[in-house]
């Protein structure tokens, strides 16, 4: 008996450790790279010293490096997943057929030794010692000569060499616009380890995971080159093109610049470079400094200028709206493939459609908040990143442009097109696995930023406000999860929404409510609302009378605990909860049928209901 009593005392005492051990880390490393770019034959080589501190409660044995430009060979798992999924990224491939009849191929399938892109470790030691490493083409595992003990820290040196590809996707050389090098993902790279193990994926085309660090890099390259990218340039006086204070003399000397950059508490670092850049600086009224960085081109230069104000204007947005950027500079550059985010940059191309820039501009720089400051992984949760930046920059926009109307209104459209066609898999799918590119973009963009439209018909608009706030303040430089974003959300509320998040994320379960009949009544009118969906919500109904005035009903979700604050000059009326199970409601209104102009669930149209045809009854006015 006193053995079972021990037994059982020892498994209590070890699941209450388990359970409790929830306090938050995250790794570090500091990167000090130096690199020589050839840019005659678009290789380059370099050295890397990689300090790696292990701040997890676990023994490490081995670590992965990303060695992303090796994606960019014919018979990579990239090129290979462009010539079976059915809707392959355009900039990825050739049509050989037509628009109705397409017949795709891979550009990476079609690329020559000279053209391809590769990254190869030609040397790396731990603590001076050798270690072993095994090649898995967009991976270089890593056994330790020595194991990581928690709390200790290790110093990785490497040699390694590179080809830049031709420009296909992100990366590259000779870009669309004509751009020389934008060089994106294109270092050894560590990959994260978090509480959920290792991210060491293959690169296939998604986006990123990375470490929280400091970087020192030194880029030598062609005197005529102008850079910019990631980090702040420690010498300017050297360097010059712009970047020297004004009435600097700059002194340039031998054939190639030395341009030294140092970012801290970032987890990425890209640059570009062109001898044809022309750089503006812009300053703004809180201190960070604004580059830009485009060609010397007729057909888009009058963009470029123009958008540098608006720039400026979106900064203030971002600051006061999510919560202030940390770094001292951001810089706009032209290159790339369309628009991507980095740390402290952007690489954009085009320029000839005003509107297009502004847009792009507005979402990559979104990022620096969204993913590059909230640093989320992109691989499992990219609606995270990608729906959150969608909501916030059409926010921004609407602002700037003084627009009226809903700017989420087309990711609702978007999100309404996949929920109905029978093609949504659940956002809780990683990148890399859902069967068309369609599926996921809606779901990470147009699902993602409906997440964060309709929180608000959940909670109420400054609730939602207030906890992008916060989520800025508890969640900055760090790598939150879905459920450390709704529960700043519930802590700011006030309401339970754990079923939102599982319902809207891990399922694809579809709202549709509807009014199912309206009757004469001996006190008014009785309507019967119906669930159709699976998944629930707070409930809204506006009954406009003949004489245009209106009333609110509202019918909370028990499941919430919570009424959502009262907000307007609408009388609104707060009715018994709505418990889930029950697929019909019936709502007693105080008025005669023959007075009902219309009623409406959810006027706001912010719930994304799958089927609105059945919200309707009477004369609803259109806006």
Known sequence: ?????????FLVTTFSQAQNNTCYWQQHVDYDMDVDMNVENYRYTGTQELVYTNNSPDTLT???????????QPGSEMDRRLQDIKDPDS????NKGD?????????IAKLSDDEIGYLRATSLTQDGKKVETEDQETILVVHLAEPILPGKSTTFKMEFEGQVPVQIRRSGRNNADGVALSMTQWYPKLAEYDFEGWHADPYIAREFHGVWGDFDVTINIDKDYLIGGTGVLQNPEEIGFGYEEEGTKVKRKGKKLAWNFKAEKVHDFAWAADPEFIHDKLETESGVTLHFLYKDDPKVTEAWKKIQPETAKLLAFFNEHIGPYPWPQYSVIQGGDGGMEYAMCTLITGGENYNSLLGTTAHEFAHSWFQQLLGTNESEHPWM???FTTYISGLAQKTIKENSGNPTAGSYRGYNYIATSGLEQPQTTHGDRYDINT????AAYSKGAVFLAQLGYIIGQENLAKTLNRYYDEWKFKHPTPNDFIRVAEKVSGAELHWYLTDWTETTNQIDYAINSVEEAENGTKVTLERKGLMPMPVEVTVTLND???????MPLRMMRWEKPAKGDVERIVEEDWPWAYPTYELQIDTPKADIKSIEIDE?????????????YGQVDSE
Request: hydrophobic share 35%; aromatic share 16%; proline share 2%.
């Open 99 to 107: 628009r109705q009849n397409p017949d795709y191929e891979s550009r």
């Open 548 to 554: 245009g005035s209106k009333k609110l009903y509202y």
């Open 91 to 94: 900039r990825m491939v050739n």
């Open 385 to 387: 990143d990608e729906g």
């Open 439 to 442: 599926a996921y973009s809606i």
């Open 1 to 9: 008996m006193k053995k079972l009593i021990f037994s059982l005392a």
């Open 62 to 72: 081995k670590v992965y490096y990303h060695m992303f430009f090796n994606a960019f």
């Open 604 to 616: 706001s149209q912010l719930m994304a209901d799958v089927n609105r045809s059945n919200n309707t």
